[in-house]
C-alpha cells in the first residue's frame, strides 16, 4: 500500500519535468530568473546555513532547510510560467475560482449550516473549506481579493460583471467562515489600501450611487453574518482577553520568543526551530501543548536566524515593495493601465499579506511565494517596455 501524497504534489513533479525539459532544450535560463531578489535571496539563504549548522537543534533545522529551498523551488518555478497575459487575465481568475469554490463551500456550511464536506473545526464554528486550515483560508481571501475587485472595476459586460461579484463574495464569504480575527483586521486594511489607490475613481456625481451601495453592505452584513461572528472579533478589544486561552498562547509565544532571541541574538537557534524552542519552555507545559510555530513570520526569524536573519528578510520585503512601486511608476508613464491596474492589486495583496505576517508564519504560504514572484515579474515587463517607449529601463 502506498502512502497518500497530496495532489499538488503530483502536480509539482509534472510542471517540474517540463521545466526541466525545457531548460535542457533551450539551454538558457528564463529571462525572469534575472532579476533583483537574487542577491537577497542568496544573502538570506547563506544566512540560514551559518545559523542551521551553529543550531542547538540540528535535526529540526537542517528540516527547516528543506523547506527552504521548497520555497526558493517555487519562487523560481512561478518565474517560468509567469507572463502578462498571464497577471492580467488568467491568474485573477484562477485565484477567483481557486478561492471562490472554498469559500462558497465553507459559507454554504457556516450561513447555511449545508455540509458538503467535513471541513470545520472540531467543535467550533470556524469553516475554511478544503484548504488546510481556517487561518490559511483567510490568507488565500486577504491574497484574491484586491485582483478580484481589480477585475470587477474594469469588467466591460454586464456578464463578467456578475462573474467577478459572485468571486468577490466567495471570497468574502470564506473569510468570514474562518472567523480569523488577523484576516478581520487584514481586511479592512485592505479595504482602506483600495479606497485609497483608487481615490481619483470617487467622482462627486458618483457619492449618492456609493453611499447606497455601501449602505446595502451593511444591511446585508447585519442579516447574513451571524452574532458569533462579530462576538470573536470583538475579543480584540475586551477588557478581559485574558480569558482568551488563544491570545494568551499568543503572548506567551510572544514571551518565549524573546527570551530565546536574547540567548541567540545573532543568528539565532536554526531555520524554522521555533517549534522546537517552545516545546521545551515552560509555557508549552502550561498550555499542555507540544511543538507550535509561532504565529509570526518575524518573530520566527527572529528566533530561527537572530537579527542578522531578521535585517535580511526586512531588506527582501523592502526590495519586493520597491520594484512593485517601481513597476507602478514604469506603467504609469508608458500608460499602460491594464497592467498600472493589476500591479497595484497585486502591490495591495502583498501590503496586507506582511501585514499578516505580524499574525502568522507565512514564508511558505504558497499564496506569499506567488507574490514575491509577482514582483520581478511585473518590474522586469515594466522595464522592458518603458525601454522600448523611451529609450531607457528604470
Same mark, same amino acid.
Given at each position: 500500500?502506498?502512502?497518500?501524497?497530496?495532489?499538488?504534489?503530483?502536480?509539482?513533479?509534472?510542471?517540474?519535468?517540463?521545466?526541466? &525539459? *525545457?531548460?535542457?532544450?533551450?539551454?538558457? +535560463?528564463?529571462?525572469?530568473?534575472? $532579476?533583483? @531578489?537574487?542577491?537577497? =535571496?542568496? #544573502?538570506?539563504?547563506?544566512?540560514?546555513?551559518?545559523?542551521?549548522?551553529?543550531?542547538?537543534?540540528?535535526?529540526?533545522?537542517?528540516?527547516?532547510?528543506?523547506?527552504?529551498?521548497? &520555497? *526558493?523551488?517555487?519562487?523560481?518555478?512561478? +518565474?517560468?510560467?509567469?507572463?502578462? $497575459?498571464? @497577471?492580467?487575465?488568467? =491568474?485573477? #481568475?484562477?485565484?477567483?475560482?481557486?478561492?471562490?469554490?472554498?469559500?462558497?463551500?465553507?459559507?454554504?456550511?457556516?450561513?447555511?449550516?449545508?455540509?458538503?464536506?467535513?471541513?470545520?473545526?472540531?467543535?467550533?464554528?470556524?469553516?475554511?473549506?478544503?484548504?488546510?486550515?481556517? $487561518?490559511?483560508?483567510?490568507?488565500?481571501?486577504?491574497?484574491?481579493?484586491?485582483?478580484?475587485?481589480?477585475?470587477?472595476?474594469?469588467?466591460?459586460?454586464?456578464?463578467?460583471?456578475?462573474?467577478?461579484?459572485?468571486?468577490?463574495?466567495?471570497?468574502?464569504?470564506?473569510?468570514?467562515?474562518?472567523?480569523?480575527?488577523?484576516?478581520?483586521?487584514?481586511?479592512?486594511?485592505?479595504?482602506?489600501?483600495?479606497?485609497?489607490?483608487?481615490?481619483?475613481?470617487?467622482?462627486?456625481?458618483?457619492?449618492?450611487?456609493?453611499?447606497?451601495?455601501?449602505?446595502?453592505?451593511?444591511?446585508?452584513?447585519?442579516?447574513?453574518?451571524?452574532?458569533?461572528?462579530?462576538?470573536?472579533?470583538?475579543?480584540?478589544?475586551?477588557?478581559?482577553?485574558?480569558?482568551?486561552?488563544?491570545?494568551?498562547?499568543?503572548?506567551?509565544?510572544?514571551?518565549?520568543?524573546?527570551?530565546?532571541?536574547?540567548?541567540?541574538?545573532?543568528?539565532?537557534?536554526?531555520?524554522?526551530?521555533?517549534?522546537?524552542?517552545?516545546?521545551?519552555?515552560?509555557?508549552?507545559?502550561?498550555?499542555?501543548?507540544?511543538?507550535?510555530?509561532?504565529?509570526?513570520?518575524?518573530?520566527?526569524?527572529?528566533?530561527?536566524?537572530?537579527?542578522?536573519?531578521?535585517?535580511?528578510?526586512?531588506?527582501?520585503?523592502?526590495?519586493?515593495?520597491?520594484?512593485?512601486?517601481?513597476?507602478?511608476?514604469?506603467?504609469?508613464?508608458?500608460?499602460?493601465?491594464?497592467?498600472?491596474?493589476?500591479?497595484?492589486?497585486?502591490?495591495?495583496?502583498?501590503?496586507?499579506?506582511?501585514?499578516?505576517?505580524?499574525?502568522?508564519?507565512?514564508?511558505?504560504?504558497?499564496?506569499?511565494?506567488?507574490?514575491?514572484?509577482?514582483?520581478?515579474?511585473?518590474?522586469?515587463?515594466?522595464?522592458?517596455?518603458?525601454?522600448?517607449?523611451?529609450?531607457?529601463?528604470?
Amino acid at each position: 500500500m502506498t502512502p497518500f501524497i497530496p495532489v499538488d504534489w503530483y502536480l509539482a513533479l509534472i510542471t517540474s519535468a517540463i521545466v526541466f &525539459i *525545457y531548460l535542457i532544450v533551450s539551454k538558457k +535560463l528564463p529571462p525572469f530568473f534575472y $532579476n533583483n @531578489l537574487n542577491k537577497w =535571496l542568496f #544573502l538570506f539563504l547563506l544566512v540560514n546555513v551559518l545559523a542551521t549548522f551553529l543550531s542547538p537543534f540540528q535535526e529540526e533545522a537542517f528540516s527547516g532547510m528543506i523547506v527552504l529551498f521548497q &520555497i *526558493y523551488f517555487f519562487i523560481y518555478l512561478n +518565474l517560468v510560467f509567469l507572463t502578462e $497575459n498571464g @497577471l492580467k487575465n488568467i =491568474l485573477p #481568475l484562477v485565484l477567483g475560482i481557486s478561492v471562490g469554490f472554498n469559500g462558497l463551500i465553507a459559507g454554504l456550511e457556516y450561513f447555511m449550516g449545508i455540509q458538503i464536506f467535513m471541513v470545520g473545526e472540531p467543535g467550533g464554528g470556524r469553516v475554511y473549506g478544503l484548504t488546510s486550515g481556517a $487561518n490559511n483560508m483567510a490568507v488565500w481571501s486577504i491574497m484574491a481579493i484586491p485582483p478580484l475587485i481589480y477585475k470587477l472595476m474594469t469588467a466591460s459586460s454586464p456578464g463578467q460583471f456578475l462573474g467577478w461579484l459572485s468571486l468577490n463574495i466567495f471570497a468574502i464569504m470564506g473569510l468570514i467562515s474562518s472567523e480569523s480575527r488577523a484576516g478581520f483586521l487584514v481586511f479592512l486594511i485592505m479595504l482602506m489600501l483600495i479606497v485609497y489607490m483608487n481615490r481619483h475613481l470617487f467622482q462627486p456625481r458618483f457619492l449618492g450611487l456609493v453611499i447606497s451601495g455601501i449602505s446595502l453592505c451593511f444591511l446585508m452584513v447585519a442579516v447574513a453574518i451571524p452574532d458569533e461572528y462579530f462576538e470573536r472579533q470583538k475579543t480584540l478589544l475586551a477588557e478581559d482577553q485574558y480569558q482568551d486561552t488563544a491570545l494568551q498562547r499568543r503572548q506567551a509565544y510572544i514571551r518565549v520568543g524573546l527570551a530565546s532571541f536574547f540567548e541567540h541574538p545573532v543568528l539565532g537557534t536554526g531555520t524554522f526551530t521555533f517549534p522546537q524552542v517552545w516545546v521545551n519552555s515552560i509555557e508549552s507545559r502550561f498550555f499542555k501543548m507540544t511543538e507550535r510555530g509561532a504565529h509570526n513570520t518575524y518573530l520566527d526569524i527572529m528566533v530561527g536566524l537572530g537579527v542578522v536573519g531578521l535585517l535580511v528578510l526586512l531588506g527582501l520585503f523592502f526590495r519586493i515593495f520597491k520594484d512593485f512601486m517601481n513597476a507602478l511608476s514604469n506603467f504609469e508613464m508608458i500608460g499602460d493601465e491594464p497592467m498600472h491596474g493589476i500591479t497595484q492589486a497585486y502591490l495591495v495583496s502583498f501590503v496586507c499579506l506582511v501585514v499578516y505576517c505580524l499574525f502568522k508564519t507565512m514564508l511558505d504560504n504558497k499564496m506569499f511565494i506567488l507574490l514575491i514572484s509577482i514582483s520581478q515579474v511585473v518590474y522586469i515587463l515594466s522595464s522592458e517596455k518603458k525601454e522600448q517607449v523611451h529609450g531607457y529601463a528604470g
